[in-house]
């Protein structure tokens, strides 16, 4: 097939309508039709969802956060133990399958964290969070302190240099005003991406060590009203967090690739190429205001400076210097997995659903809103099964420990069962912050996004009574106005700025890494957001919850009944509903934008042709496998031959896979999306031959180009074959739309 | 002649270009011309700026600015009367024919400016500018204490709201929210436009009175260091200054259209629909923080939280009460303005420099710069008389008083020599904060930007080494990342974002207000801009001057060469450089963005038909005139004709003015530009039908729409009979370029 790039790309859009009207729900579409449902199966269906969705109720997940919020949980502690006890016993008892599964990952705990200023004056810093009266919690002297693990050990004494945020622009903006941090601590404030990549840059900037704290602008007293009085940081308020460079490989850093089980082979810490070298703290705006305050030198450049009461100076002289000693106890410690099943008709697909349950303190909006919601959907799962219903594929809910230090527990699980995931996983939908506010937002790969927007079809909004999807679409009408505060979570969408209710791609900082990137399981992560300034602090507690975050915890069952309704319908679904010209759209559209910026040089453009030539040819496949599933009907259906189908259309995703993963980072073993080496939380799309091309890098360039082309022409061959099964069932007679 | 839009726009931009190679100079012109000189000429007016050029010095800039800032000399007082005839001297003795020409205005002084928060607690307000060691002069007690000059009298206890910068948007939000002004007093920050419209609103919208105070986000420590170690304004720093709703129209209150001589004709105050009628003062920030700090209610939209160190709220409850006392004392007082002259060989044609002497409290920068420039300009003038050289028409170099409380010296001249002006006037030029920092900036007529640009060219960037264009060429090329912070000072430039070296059209904020809007002189306001946040301060001395707006007086000495290189183009030529090829542009563009504006409103669609022909009959009689004015050579020259010539030239712009005035504000007579009723100091383009299709009143917009087309039609036939005259001119013979 020879057909010119403009009218495959229409093709592909145009099939892309046709597929709907078998597996989308859309406007045009008949109102009793469910993606991936036939139509004599649509009102078993429906039927199905709506007593699902009758099951969550606000006091149940009040009760369940109440809980789990009840004592500081972080990872590798015995509290960590606890909840993932409780947790396995409550799935035990909605009737799943439930069981713990142990990892031992090299994990820190923090034994002496020291920051004082000695010039220009003496003073002590690294100030704790101060408690308030009406909320007893946050006098808990079991909270661990302020921290960013994976950080060194350390001590340190130098001049500070203000760095902004602490981007690859920051350090270019730096060094064109002649200041190096070399030797010295660098002063970055959170926002702009992860925390991970801020202190791999000051590493490589040979910096003596990075501070970095939470400026008012942010997420606090500029965003809105601080905590106790609004949802806001207050000056005390630290983000703690980790450091480890997951944009090498998340997980136990000594045991990339396999399960850290007891009789794994281990690294040396040394030879981990994903742990940090210099000392890294964060503090709180307070504290920072004392350093910032005292630094002298060049006026910082133009959007420099934060929401601290003085002008920001850039610093570098020996008339500011801060005194910085961390002492980290490093050791194998114990993570506990909860993995509950609930076995359906077959145990040969599985679909999973996922939510870590270590905190870094008490972890109300993260991850407990998330687990508590979850829950939600798994008591009422159970309740169905309780009424009589049977699944028709397996459901699996995870509950990850670990995920704060690294992904650690979701990771090695997924390390450990690979092979069985990629024979058997359907999808792995997560939700980690699942409420911290009525804004909906989600990233998905392109082939699910449009089951996820249905899904949000169903469920109402419990503040607007519409529905989720309908509040969504109007706050992203103005999403350009309402700029959110960053750094707030690790909900990061990448907004395609003209869609409405987009969904974002798969970028980094929650469980569906390892699902994803390594695994190739096609993934979906999800939660709602707000007004959240109180991230991975000690205020992120029940108190803040009830008050601001979800007071009628209305969004904690919106979040049970979304995740339940996705995974019905992947479930029970005829076949399952993947839209591959969705993807092939959003594949053709980064190809384009790739060759338009290695136009510029003939040698990168003709290595980027194999690259043009394989996405046409898996433009084309999807077209013609969306074809041939649009000719699937209730009568024609051949059980065995869709059993194959849909063991197929899951697959397609690890055909993107290339064995030996990204160079320089071979455990991102996706071709088509990777969370970017500089770039934060978000999804890089094609990020071998992007970060090659940003590198001008013509080998590695040819090396991607020709992994990602290899790997396009590996799903085209997989969509053949579905289209191939598909035609092999008797085609119906011809109706009208 | 029948020729569609876009042909008939395309012929204006391409004849433009060949009026260029007579009058303008540019790259692909030969490196000898002078706009507005036959060859013939070119390299004696050369020799004479190169003269001129080099007695600037910046030597005597400083002695001179030391002398201006040597004492407090706001309008009104004996001090602006002694600077006047020390003005007037200097000039007599560069060998001016100077005079001081007195009027008697309505003019307030300040009696009791008290202001204190009532509740939640008692506290004294109103606080003064901190004294600092360094500086005397900031111990200065002559300093006049901080006030709105124009405000009424007045007693008022109320609550407080917050209304961000208190324009006509901000009311807008504020109703969305439910909160209302009225009876209440209104706290709104500095920046976003002119303080009047600010005080305008508040009394639109009911209130009890104003408080503007100066947000350090806008020109205190978030935009740099503040005063003494920067030139930001400090906390306790306040931006006085004119709330005469200028808009309406400026100068005396009491005698509008006519001079304010002892025996005028005065209105009642009561009558003067310029005068504010609800007590209004500024303050600083400290002061402001102490209210917006305690003020509830709504977390503020989106866009409204500055730069103080706490969430700001709306306001608007009784637990915030703040009481204001304001004593005004309102008499007649005199304005003493300097009128210098330098006749020529022929005193029919006058071109005009102005500048204004009156100060807020020293006005080192604001205006003492452009004064001291001025002064150089008016030497070097003096000394090359002295030399032997006659000015071939006469130049008039103005010192105004009077200038902040509302343009009064500057009005009551115009209005008082209108006829005069109207006959003789080429053009005048205005400079009123003549240095802050090294950014050029500038505003025009149309038909004198392409001059402007020329003259810059001419002088040298003291720091840089190339022209002054050069600089401003470059610094325009970031514009969009440097983004300044604004209400910093009365320079506001209209930037086309898409040209390089933009000059904005004139608006408001200065003196060349009356010569443009009222009587339709040629009008240029310019000055070098840059980190100025001690606008309208006690700080605004000869120390900051000294310390950070032009250490050398090397920007003041460029000051005076362009100033001085203009005046002689304008003065020595042989055919004025008038660009109305450029005029017709500008107008053509703003023309069909109304048309576009109006194609939704069929009826408005309607009305706006005669503007376009009218713009289109402008732009081709601008083609016309353009063409027949390059066939001038030396050769053909005839002189009775070339004076004809020029007096038709500047008077286009008069054939702009409608005789009554605008709807709703006569003065303002310029049926083109106006500053807008509400867009603060910002130039508004045909602002009769711009308002009207504002407010969708069609009987207004018919109006409107009328006058402006009438006059685009004389504007159109005056420049017919520039051509008719030119052509009257024998033909050259044909040259090649």
């Not at 010039?119 to 960013?148: H, I, M, S």
């Not at 909860?338 to 076995?343: F, M, Q, R």
Request: contains cysteine; hydrophobic residues 40%; charged residues 20%.
């Amino acid at each position: 097939m020879n057909v010119s790039k403009p009218q495959s790309r229409f093709a592909v859009l145009a099939a892309g309508l046709f597929l709907l009207s078998l597996a989308m729900p859309s406007r045009a579409q008949a109102p009793d039709s469910v993606s991936g449902f036939l139509p004599s199966h649509v009102e078993a269906e429906r039927q199905l969802e709506r007593k699902f969705r009758l099951i969550p109720d606000a006091a149940h997940a009040e009760d369940d956060l109440r809980h789990l919020t009840s004592q500081p949980h972080l990872a590798g502690t015995e509290a960590s133990h606890q909840v993932a006890e409780w947790l396995r016993d409550q799935y035990k008892s909605f009737g799943f399958d439930a069981q713990i599964v142990s990892y031992s990952a090299w994990l820190p705990q923090p034994r002496e964290v020291q920051l004082e200023l000695v010039k220009p004056v003496r003073r002590a810093l690294a100030t704790p969070e101060a408690p308030f009266d009406g909320d007893p919690a946050t006098y808990d002297q079991r909270a661990v302190r302020a921290f960013n693990i994976y950080s060194p050990s350390g001590d340190v004494t130098a001049p500070v240099v203000y760095a902004n945020y602490g981007t690859l622009d920051d350090y270019r903006e730096l060094a064109s005003l002649g200041v190096s941090v070399e030797g010295k601590v660098v002063l970055a404030r959170y926002g702009e991406g992860y925390r991970g990549i801020k202190a791999k840059l000051a590493e490589e900037h040979r910096a003596a060590a990075l501070i970095i704290y939470s400026d008012p602008e942010e997420d606090g007293y500029a965003a809105g009203d601080p905590y106790p009085q609004g949802p806001w940081r207050p000056m005390s308020g630290i983000q703690r967090g980790s450091i480890l460079y997951t944009q090498i490989y998340p997980g136990d850093p000594l045991t990339p690739g396999v399960a850290a089980v007891s009789d794994a082979q281990r690294l040396a810490p040394a030879a981990a190429s994903d742990l940090p070298h210099i000392p890294t703290m964060p503090i709180n705006a307070q504290d920072a205001a004392v350093i910032l305050g005292s630094l002298r030198g060049k006026h910082v450049p133009h959007g420099w400076q934060g929401g601290l009461p003085f002008t920001y100076h850039v610093g570098g002289s020996r008339d500011t210097q801060v005194h910085m000693k961390l002492v980290m106890d490093y050791a194998e410690r114990p993570l506990y997995d909860v993995i509950a099943t609930l076995h359906g008709a077959s145990d040969d697909q599985w679909v999973i659903l996922g939510n870590h349950h270590d905190a870094w303190v008490f972890g109300a909006a993260d991850p407990g809103s998330g687990t508590a919601g979850m829950l939600e959907t798994g008591r009422a799962l159970g309740e169905l099964v309780r009424s009589g219903w049977k699944p028709r594929r397996t459901i699996v809910i995870c509950h990850w420990d670990g995920e704060e230090p690294g992904l650690l527990g979701s990771t090695e699980w997924v390390e450990a069962n690979r092979a069985e995931l990629q024979a058997k996983a359907v999808a792995y939908i997560n939700t980690d912050v699942g409420v911290a506010g009525p804004d909906f937002a989600a990233s998905a790969t392109p082939s699910l996004k449009d089951l996820l927007r249905a899904a949000t079809r169903e469920v109402a909004d419990p503040e607007t009574g519409g529905s989720v999807y309908d509040s969504w679409f109007q706050s992203t009408e103005n999403v350009k106005e309402k700029e959110k505060p960053s750094g707030t979570g690790s909900q990061v969408v990448t907004v395609e700025a003209s869609v409405k209710a987009p969904v974002g791609d798969l970028g980094a900082g929650s469980d569906f890494s390892p699902f994803f990137d390594y695994a190739g399981i096609p993934s979906i992560d999800m939660g709602f957001g707000g007004d959240y300034g109180v991230y991975h602090s000690i205020y992120d507690d029940f108190y803040w919850m009830k008050h601001f975050g979800d007071p009628t915890f209305g969004y904690h069952v919106a979040l049970a009944r979304i995740l339940g309704t996705i995974a019905l319908r992947l479930d029970e679904a005829d076949i399952l509903p993947f839209n591959y010209a969705s993807y092939a759209s959003a594949i053709q559209r980064n190809v384009d934008d790739l060759a338009a910026r290695a136009a510029r040089q003939p040698d990168e453009a003709v290595l980027l042709k194999p690259v043009e030539q394989a996405s046409e040819q898996f433009a084309a496949s999807a077209t013609r496998a969306t074809d041939a599933l649009r000719m699937i009907s209730t009568a024609s259906i051949d059980p065995a031959n869709a059993e194959k189908i849909n063991r197929a259309l899951p697959e397609v995703e690890q055909a993107l896979l290339t064995p030996d993963g990204l160079v320089g980072r071979p455990w991102f073993k996706h071709t088509v999306y990777a969370p970017g080496s500089y770039a934060g939380y978000a999804s890089e799309m094609m990020p071998g031959v992007t970060e090659a091309l940003d590198r001008d890098d013509p080998v590695t360039l040819r090396q991607e180009a020709d992994s990602l082309s290899a790997a396009l022409l590996r799903a085209s061959a997989q969509l053949d074959e579905i289209a191939r099964l598909a035609r092999a069932m008797p085609t119906p007679a011809p109706e009208g739309h």
